[in-house]
């Protein structure tokens, strides 16, 4: 059974930092790409930033690049978000995911293309 277990979240103010962690268990992933997506009170579920297990390739929502960087440690099995200059508009619900669509497609952008979800953890910038 796949478990995505999300750490890390918590109140930073405005220009600050956290490091969003996701454990990842029940099956080998290294064909997988892995997710994190978040979701606002009143908002639709958004892409965050993803990144392809197989060879570290990533992607990036437009709102988030240059200040999250998103990696994994392979011994772990553990993917991290690392967030920097937080504004209040980045206050959410951050979700991890898994995808298990073929390693040579595409890394997705939308959440429906994620098979396995985390429980969420919550991220709030203060200003």
């Known amino acids: 059974q796949v478990q995505l277990v999300e750490s890390g979240g918590g109140l930073v103010q405005t220009g600050g930092s956290l490091r969003l962690s996701c454990a990842a268990s029940g099956r080998t992933f290294s064909s997988y790409k892995m997710g994190w997506f978040r979701q606002a009170p009143g908002k639709e579920r958004e892409f965050v930033a993803a990144i392809a297990w197989s060879d570290g390739s990533t992607s990036y929502a437009d709102s988030v690049k240059g200040r999250f960087t998103i990696s994994r440690d392979n011994n772990k099995i553990t993917v991290h978000l690392q967030m920097n200059s937080l504004k209040p508009e980045d206050t959410a619900v951050y979700y991890c995911?898994?995808?298990?669509?073929?390693?040579?497609?595409?890394?997705?952008?939308?959440?429906?293309?994620?098979?396995?979800w985390g429980q969420g953890t919550q991220v709030t910038v203060s200003s």
């Open positions: 995911a898994a995808d298990s669509a073929p390693v040579w497609s595409r890394i997705a952008t939308m959440s429906r293309a994620y098979d396995f």
